[in-house]
């Protein structure tokens, strides 16, 4: 059984920044492309970031391209996504997300965390 724990969400100003982490166990993590989605309130889950199994190869929504990287430290079984100049639109629950390939669509990965919070003021 794979799990995804998500942790590091907020409450943050606007143009602040923020680190969500993931932490995965009972696979091997290393393994997968792992990938950050987020949704807010009545919308879609959007992507947002995902990363290859090396770490070699990284991929952005325009939205967030330039402000937001993503991570992995494969010996800590962790994707991190630090997220700076942050906007009152950068609010939504982040989730982060394993699969075999790097992917923007939310169906092409397997496993899920519950998400974080993370919140924008203005």
């Known amino acids: 059984q794979v799990e995804l724990v998500e942790s590091g969400g907020g409450l943050v100003q606007a143009g602040g920044s923020l680190r969500v982490s993931c932490v995965v166990s009972?696979?091997?993590?290393?393994?997968?492309?792992m990938g950050w989605f987020r949704q807010a309130p009545g919308k879609e889950r959007l992507f947002i970031a995902a990363?290859?199994?090396?770490?070699?190869?990284?991929d952005y929504a325009d939205s967030v391209k330039g402000r937001f990287t993503i991570s992995r430290d494969n010996a800590k079984n962790t994707v991190y996504l630090q997220m700076n100049s942050l906007k009152p639109e950068d609010t939504a629950i982040y989730y982060c997300?394993?699969?075999?390939?790097?992917?923007?669509?939310?169906?092409?990965?397997?496993?899920w965390g519950q998400g974080t919070q993370v919140t924008v003021s203005s």
């Open positions: 997300a394993g699969g075999r390939r790097l992917r923007r669509a939310p169906g092409e990965y397997t496993y």
């Open positions: 009972g696979r091997t993590f290393s393994s997968y492309a």
């Open positions: 990363i290859t199994w090396s770490g070699g190869v990284t």
